[in-house]
C-alpha cells in the first residue's frame, strides 16, 4: 500500500524494512527444515533407506540449501550496501531472492512430504499426495497471488486509467 504523503525515499526505506520482515518468518521454517533433513541423514532409518528415498532426500537438501541462500541474501545485500543510495537496486534485487527462495522452499517442503509419505505408504500413493502437497503450494504461494495482482492492477485501470492520485500508472518496474 502506497501512503500518499511518502517521499520516494521514505517508501524505499518503508519497502526494505517490510521485505526484511517478511523473510524472518520464511527463514525460520526453511532453517528448522533444514536441520530436521540434515538430522535424518544420521540416522539408522537413512540408512536402510532406499536409492530412491536417498535421492530425494538429497535433492531436498540442496533446495533447502539454495532457500537459505536465496532468503538470507537480501540481509546481506542491505548490510553490504547500507548508506550507499542503493535501496532501489537492494528492493528490486532483494524481491526477485525472496521469491526464488520460497519456491526452493516449496520444493523442499514437497521433497519433505515425499520422503516422509513414502517411507510411511510408498507406492503411487506418495506420489499422488506429494503432488496435492505441491499443487497446494504452487496455489497459495504463486498462482493466486499473481492472479489477484493482475485482476486487481485490471480493476485499477479500468477504474482510473493511472494513479490514484491522478498520476500516470506506475510502470512495471518501479517499486510498490
Known amino acids: 500500500m502506497n501512503h500518499p504523503n511518502e517521499t520516494r525515499q521514505q517508501r524505499l526505506t518503508r519497502?526494505?524494512?517490510?521485505?526484511?520482515?517478511e523473510l524472518r518468518v520464511a527463514q525460520?521454517?526453511?532453517?528448522?527444515?533444514?536441520?530436521?533433513?540434515?538430522?535424518?541423514?544420521f540416522t539408522d532409518a537413512y540408512q536402510r533407506g532406499t536409492d530412491f528415498q536417498q535421492?530425494?532426500?538429497?535433492v531436498t537438501v540442496l533446495f533447502a540449501v539454495a532457500a537459505v541462500?536465496?532468503?538470507?541474501?537480501?540481509a546481506a545485500w542491505h548490510r553490504i550496501m547500507?548508506?550507499?543510495g542503493h535501496r532501489e537496486e537492494i528492493v528490486r534485487t532483494s524481491?526477485?531472492?525472496?521469491?526464488?527462495?520460497?519456491?526452493?522452499?516449496?520444493?523442499?517442503?514437497?521433497?519433505?512430504?515425499?520422503?516422509?509419505?513414502?517411507?510411511?505408504?510408498?507406492?503411487?500413493?506418495?506420489v499422488v499426495l506429494t503432488a496435492l502437497v505441491a499443487i497446494g503450494f504452487a496455489l497459495l504461494w504463486f498462482i493466486l497471488?499473481?492472479?489477484?495482482?493482475?485482476?486487481?492492477?485490471?480493476r485499477d485501470q479500468a477504474d482510473h486509467g493511472d494513479?490514484?492520485?491522478?498520476?500516470?500508472?506506475?510502470?512495471?518496474?518501479?517499486?510498490?
Open 82 to 84: 547500507f548508506r550507499r
Open 28 to 41: 525460520a521454517g526453511v532453517q528448522i527444515l533444514f536441520g530436521f533433513l540434515l538430522a535424518v541423514s
Open 145 to 154: 497471488p499473481i492472479w489477484a495482482r493482475n485482476r486487481r492492477g485490471r
Open 69 to 74: 541462500a536465496l532468503l538470507t541474501a537480501p
Open 95 to 126: 524481491n526477485r531472492f525472496a521469491v526464488a527462495g520460497l519456491a526452493c522452499l516449496a520444493a523442499a517442503m514437497v521433497g519433505t512430504v515425499l520422503l516422509i509419505v513414502n517411507v510411511v505408504l510408498g507406492g503411487w500413493l506418495s
Open 55 to 58: 535421492g530425494v532426500h538429497l
Open 15 to 21: 519497502n526494505v524494512a517490510e521485505l526484511l520482515q
Open 163 to 176: 494513479g490514484h492520485d491522478g498520476t500516470p500508472r506506475a510502470s512495471s518496474r518501479e517499486l510498490p
